[in-house]
């Protein structure tokens, strides 16, 4: 996967070697900063404005004081798309920090957050999307407030790696045998044609492409239930799907070996994916099994 040469620096585009880091930066001493990761398709952002909206409701809750208004922030990132010609499918990595200054857990007086952003190529997962993918379960042992997409993933990681040394894509995650997300996705079950999946609590990260499959199921009349659902839900599921910016709606066929339904994506996946390439207006690697 490539990056693209021009980053956001700041309020400024920079070559990417010329980024240069100070070693007393509060995201790499403290994690304290929050993120965003946006999907690109064609060249042009997907629900850029639900990432913004996001990235500052992640900065508050931090108490990081952002150096531009939601529309400056689009403008910056329009730009950053036009100053390296992207027209492929990519991602956006989007980060925030409180800033530079000598380490102390206390925060720095009159600092500047610290901004970058740099473009890479990210083509669609597309035998994942048409064949599923195989996941594993995880204790979820991160903080409270997993609804501010913060800097600090360690846990995540760790979840991740596990999923990865099982031959898994992902690790769905459990507070007390309730699923609440996965490492780096939302997570739903599907029974008798109704969705159900964790309430939007600050115990998840609100998706934004959970936002888009809120609205997609509407339109479909699917009935969509924020009751959440247990490990032990997991061996009656008809399907299971995930979401994310990067895997999109992606069908779970596996669960800790456990073949859900018969092993395949289900049709209510099938709907969500078709209903998304419409939505973020898909045109190369469609999915032949889409409806
Ligand atoms: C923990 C977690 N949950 C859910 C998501 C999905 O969020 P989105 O749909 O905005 O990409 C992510 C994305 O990175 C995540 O890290």
Known sequence: MSVYPIILSQTKFTHRDTLNYPFEERAMQFGDGVYEVVRIYNGNYYLINEHIDRLFRSAEAVKITLPFSKEELSNLLKNLLIK???????????????????????????????????????????????NGVKTITQRDIRWEYC??????????VLAKQ?????????????????????????????????????????RILHGCVRMRIEKFVKDLDISFNEDGFSVEDIAIADEMFLTSSTSEVLPIVTVDDTE??????????????????????IIHNKLEQTT
Not at 147 to 156: F, V, W
Request: proline content about 5%.
């Open 84 to 130: 390296n010609s992207v027209t492929t499918d990519a991602k956006l990595y989007l980060q925030v920090s409180r800033g530079s200054a000598p380490r102390d857990h206390v925060f720095p007086i009159d600092t500047e957050a610290n901004v970058y952003g740099y473009i890479q190529d990210q083509v669609r997962n597309v035998t994942g999307l048409q």
């Open 147 to 156: 609804s501010i997409k913060s800097l600090n993933l360690l846990p995540n």
């Open 162 to 202: 596990t999923a990865s040394e099982h031959g898994a894509y992902e690790a769905i995650l459990h507070k007390d045998g309730v699923v609440t997300e996965c490492s780096s996705s939302n997570v739903y079950l599907v029974k008798d044609g109704m969705i159900h999946t964790y309430p939007t609590t600050k």
């Open 260 to 281: 859900i339904g018969n092993g395949e994506p289900g049709p209510i996946t099938r709907k969500l994916q078709s209903a998304y390439e419409k939505d973020a207006n």
